[in-house]
């Protein structure tokens, strides 16, 4: 007798709704017919794709991750996730400038700004009246955020900050910031706290940011704060709670972070098999080769697994259960894969590769923000040891 037992109805795997199909396949088409015929131009010159940003708002993709009643589409993690890959899979620069805007520049307003904050700015955010900024990375002090230098006094009902951010992803064009300083130096991270800064802010001005090795059509610049006089009600969450927001955000962020790095691979994977079937050499294609053919397996391989973890790891934040391990891990291994296939693509391409004619030496030097930022592959080690090492401390 045939069992009548049917599996429950669950996602799993790389199975996506109806819904987040809409989503991929709308920003896939997006990408192909807008975002790929400028990414070579942006980045040769190092130019901000402003008519670009404006067609991602009106897609709605800054409201992807927020719910309706702020203006967004609660479309969820997931479904901003494959938003990001989808971008990043022709033009990493481009999905550095969405993920920062979402996932750093207004998750947290959103998530600790409180009612005031959050139905001030974040509607904005969404509708793209602002684009958003977070500044916690200094001169100083980068993985090591608990070593903030930038102040911030109580000065009645405002808030005086003084110092410096640097590598500051779209702050050219951002309307607010989020920022971290230390309100009280005898505590530690315990004593730095997060403040949002409208961008018309008395004493707060940009300084222009570095030549970057990569992701030149992504906007950064400098944050400089002298006498900067923040409202006392643009804290963001509890006096102190600076190092535990932004903490949290970089758990968030760094799905995103992975999402852009697996776009990334993507990319470069299917420039290389492409460029292997048309390519001739020792009497046939690339693709007869040996050597050739365990590039591309390795690559689909790899792809393949960091996939898994990076859509695990956006189920897990939709689901409203812990996922820091997770994103840290999807992260980690997606970032490093797409060093791994950027850099095999150029050999598969061998000295054309190398040159500017090809997408892919692009590909491999936006590859390469994907293991510094939003913590690098160091410190997303550290994460995934510290809870192992939690775990195994609560089982003895």
Known sequence: MASTYQLPNIQHGLELTEDQNMIREMVEDFARSEVAPIAAEIDENHRFPLDTWNKIVELGLPGILFPESLGGSDGGTLAYALAVEEIAKVCGSTALTLAAHCSLGTYPIFKWGGEALCNEYVPKLIAGEYMGAYGLTEPGAGSDSGGTQTTAVDDGDHWILNGRKCFITNANHAGVFIVTAVTDRSLGSKGI??????????????????????????????????????????????????????????????????????????????????????????????????????????????????????????????????????????????????????????????GYGYSREYPVERMWRDAKLCVIGEGTSEIQRLVIARNILKRFDQSA
Do not use: N
């Open 193 to 350: 706290s997060a403040f949002v800064v409208p961008r018309a802010t008395p004493g707060f001005s940009l300084e222009k940011g570095e030549v970057k090795l990569g992701m030149r059509g992504s906007d950064w610049a400098s944050l400089v704060f002298e006498d900067a006089r923040i409202p006392k009600d643009h804290l963001l969450g509890p006096p102190g709670e600076g190092f535990k927001t932004f903490m949290k955000t970089l758990d968030g962020g760094r799905i995103s972070i992975a999402a852009l790095s697996l776009g990334i691979a993507e990319g470069a994977y299917e420039c290389a098999k492409r460029y292997a079937h048309e390519r001739e050499a020792f009497g046939g294609p690339l693709t007869d080769q040996q050597a050739v053919q365990f590039k591309l397996a390795d690559m689909e391989m790899e792809i393949e697994a960091a996939k898994h973890l990076v859509y695990q790891a956006a189920r897990l934040k939709d689901a409203g259960r812990p996922y820091g391990r997770e994103g840290a891990m999807a992260k980690l291994f997606a970032s490093e894969v797409a060093m791994r296939v950027t850099y095999d693509a150029i050999q598969v391409y061998g």
